[in-house]
């Protein structure tokens, strides 16, 4: 299958302020793709870009082969997983998601009770369909907020940070379920977020965007392993800088005594080792004035304060920028 | 805590029972006393002001002030709407534009009741300025009839309706409406089963500060209205003034506040089952 969605130079400017700067993507059917950046890089304003509330100042979205611009958010088929989750505070959950059945094109079909409850169902919110979002839980509002915009099934599905309102274990949980739910619906996601282990767990191709501008576009492997620049092997994940060269903490080993020829290494001083249950961070200072942390198994020895040590990597793991 | 609170509602409760419910005692008394040749109410003690009360003149007169009142109210809230709409989401110039609601203010509204007469008589500004262009022949008869009263009700009052109005309109959540349209609701979709649900505390506020001083309106009718429209307001002051029927003016106060409190309570009640 093509391309469901196709962002063409897309800029935004607010007077002087860039918002976004001439972003090309091309988002294929059915994938989990997520935007990730850093808090005012342009996130929210792509997405609100292809549902159509604000207008490009430059550039195109296209959404199967059709152009969006100047397209009214109700003539536009995507829907959106609001950060707030924007429900209906009169409505109940199950007038909440009939909404877009009643007032999309087509309107109310014979078959829309029957979406709403399997869509209910499916979310695992049958029980609440009479509460009113005010009678639910941060959890349940955010199902009651996906089943809406997921019910009218629309070409893609928008998300901004829909997980940041819930606590950091219904979080964890939460998201296991979305891409559960992705994979069963088959319908595009676009994923907002600015946290890299929600981007990796879950997405099929990342965009990484940093301040208005994309870094660069892969899969959660091209990203962590092959950064294309600093800015995203930093944003992906902690990166020890050896000489110009990133080594990831758990590929950066530390040992006592010297290791073979086939492997870089450097002599260090340990100045810190972290406990954290699963592994040890050993925080150690180069000759050259760099500090590195190695991220060990407690299985490969205990390192101390002071203690004279080697740095070691292969060159097979270093970030080739 | 609770005597600390008692305390500071004394003055209130002092001020209120004072100036409201003693008045409101003496209202009812005279309103089952007996006329004095010259004002005032006397013994012996009767019924009969009420039963006038259900003659069909004075019925009709209270009818029609009803009438009037709703009109204008639905009036004020048809414009008042958009007008409380706009300047809840103009940013920035909200507060220049709710300072301009309330600026005729300022001046008297008798001043203002004045001016309306000033533009609408017969040699009035409007009259003088369409037969100068040669639009009309003769004067339309735009003062003395229930058009102007109402036309100066809608502009006396329209402020009471707007305020609330923008109160609950501002508070709303700008990202409903944009949920709204992403789920495929067209502009006036959205202002019906989204804005207008969620602004209903407004509306029923606004509509009660109009309505109410609209049914009990005194000073519109008589200037704008003249003699051939006689509203409750005009009534009731004609009993104390030319009539010299105090308690009969006394019953029909009393008549208009039942027919507030009995809507009062219909909207309460309606309100609490959650209909409105
Ligand atoms: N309506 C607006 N008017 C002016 N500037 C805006 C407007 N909306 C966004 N911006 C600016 O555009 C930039 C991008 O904003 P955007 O909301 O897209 O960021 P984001 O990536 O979603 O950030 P966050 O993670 O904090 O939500 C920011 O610098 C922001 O200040
Ligand atoms: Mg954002």
Redesign the interface.
Known sequence: MGNVLELNRLTKHFREQVALESLDLTIPEGEFFSLLGPSGCGKTTTLRLI???EEPTEGEVWLRGRRLNGL???ERN???V?Q?Y?????LTARENIE??LR???GGWRADAPQRVRAVMEMLQIADKAERKPAQLSGGEKQRVALA??LV?EPDVLLLDEPLSALDPNLRKQVRAELKALQRRVGITFLFITHDQEEALSLSDRIAVLNAGRLEQVGTPQDLYLRPKTRFAAGFLGPVNWINGVGVRPEATRVMHERPSEEVRALPATVENAVFLGNCIHVEARLATGEQVVAEVSRLNGTFRHGEQVHVWWREADELAL | MNRVRAWCLAPTAGVLATLFLIPLAILLGYALLTRGAYGGAFPPWTFENWQRLADPLYLGILGRSVAVALVSTAICLVLGFPLALFIARAGRRKHLYLYLVILPFWTSFLVRTYAWMFLLRDTGLINEALLALGLIEEPLPLLYNYGAVILGLVYGYLPFMVLPLYATLERLDPALLEAAADLGARPWQTLRRVVAPLSMPGIRAGSLLVFIPCLGAYLTPDLLGGGKTILVGTLIQNQFTNARDWPFGAALSLGVMAVVMALLMGLIRRQDEGVL
């Open positions: 549902a159509g509330f009214r958010p109700y995507v829907s959106t609001f707030s924007a429900l209906f505070p009169h909404f877009g007032h999309r094109a809406r915009s009218v």
